[in-house]
């Protein structure tokens, strides 16, 4: 599944994510708008941690549900956000 953020959308200058593409194993291909990309793996996160609510996301087509809304990347409405300058580290 890949996921492409409509170009026509004018956010500024403000750091967001392009595309994403789940790439398997519970990883992202991530290409922000400044064109850098970046594999982040999420596996150890979802098993690591301590928030009940998490494991649900180690049900791959839960964890393939994700969306692109306003150039962050999120699970069921928001249910699960990461800030952006963590995913274009790489560290999550």
């Known amino acids: 599944m890949k996921i492409v953020e409509e170009p026509s959308l004018n956010y500024g200058k403000l750091l967001r994510i392009r595309s994403a593409e789940y790439v398997g194993n519970w990883s992202v291909m991530l290409e922000f708008s400044d064109g850098h990309k970046i594999k982040v793996d999420f596996l150890s996160f979802l098993k690591n941690g301590s928030h009940p609510d998490l494991q649900k996301f180690l049900d791959e087509s839960e964890f393939k549900s994700f969306t692109l ?7 069921n409405d928001f ?14």
């Open 79 to 92: 249910e699960m956000i990461f800030p952006l300058s963590d995913l274009n580290k790489g560290k999550i």
């Open 69 to 75: 809304e306003i150039g962050n990347l999120c699970w």
